[in-house]
Nanobody, 124 residues
Framework: QVQLVESGGGLVQAGGSLRLSCAAS????????MGWFRQAPGKEREFVAA????????YYADSVKGRFTISRDNAKNTVFLQMSSLRPEDTAVYYC?????????????????WGQGTQVTVIS
């Protein structure tokens, strides 16, 4: 497993932007697919975005497509989530996740390591 630490969350007005980062340690980072999930109060954890180990493939939830961009820097063992045009419904705790398995990009059960989460709050 890898150890994951998220950062970059905060309070932002609707229409604004935030960039989340997730630093990984413990294994060869490029061997891991990386994902972002989020969980709002009273709701189940949901998929946001994912990226393959090489960065060549990306996946997005329909609710964030065109507004969020996932990327990674394998030299720095870091994955990013650039969030733009934020909406109040994007408010949630955002979690970074990792797995060496190149399947199930959009499903939480196919991820083995999780960060502690970072809070994103969007106010109107």
């Amino acid at each position: 497993q890898v150890q994951l630490v998220e950062s970059g969350g905060g309070l932002v007005q609707a229409g604004g932007s935030l960039r989340l980062s997730c630093a990984a340690s413990g294994r060869t980072f490029s061997n891991y697919k990386m994902g972002w999930f989020r969980q709002a109060p009273g709701k189940e954890r949901e998929f946001v975005a994912a990226i393959s180990g090489s960065g060549g493939s990306t996946y997005y939830a329909d609710s964030v497509k065109g507004r969020f961009t996932i990327s990674r820097d394998n030299a720095k063992n870091t994955v990013f989530l650039q969030m733009s045009s934020l909406r109040p419904e994007d408010t949630a705790v955002y979690y970074c996740a990792a797995s060496p398995r190149s399947i199930g990009y959009t499903l939480a059960i196919f991820y083995d390591s999780w960060g502690q989460g970072t809070q994103v709050t969007v106010i109107s």
